[in-house]
C-alpha cells in the first residue's frame, strides 16, 4: 500500500493494518474496496483494483469520514513506529 516509498516489508505491514473503509463497500471479490492508512504525515487511500489477487492503487486524500480522527493520529507516527509494529491506539 502506499505511500510510493513502500515496498516489501513496510508495505505488507501499512496493508495488514490499515483501516477499512465499511462505507465504500466491497469489490467483487468480497475484500474492502478502500483502505486508510498513514505515516510520517501523511494520509492516503488505497483504492481495490478489483483484480483476483489483492491490489490497490493508492492516492494521498483525507477522508471526510468518521476515520478521519484515527489517520490524524497515525500519521504522526513515525516509519520506524510502524515497523516496531503493535496495534495503532486508534480504533474507531
Given amino acids: 500500500m502506499c505511500p510510493g516509498w513502500a515496498s516489501g516489508d513496510v508495505q ?5 493494518e490499515a483501516l477499512v473503509d ?5 469489490d467483487s471479490h468480497g475484500r474492502p474496496r478502500r483502505l486508510w492508512n498513514a505515516v ?3 494520509v492516503f487511500v488505497g483504492v481495490s483494483t478489483n ?7 493508492c492516492y494521498p486524500e483525507v477522508p471526510a ?5 484515527s489517520l490524524e493520529t497515525r500519521a504522526r507516527r513515525s516509519l520506524g513506529e510502524v515497523m516496531e ?5 486508534d480504533a474507531p
Fill in 65 to 69: 469520514t468518521a476515520l478521519a480522527g
Fill in 51 to 57: 483484480e483476483p489477487v489483492p491490489a490497490y492503487n
Fill in 12 to 16: 505488507q505491514r501499512l496493508l495488514s
Fill in 40 to 42: 510520517n504525515g501523511t
Fill in 22 to 26: 465499511r462505507a465504500a463497500g466491497e
Fill in 85 to 89: 509494529g503493535g496495534s495503532p491506539n
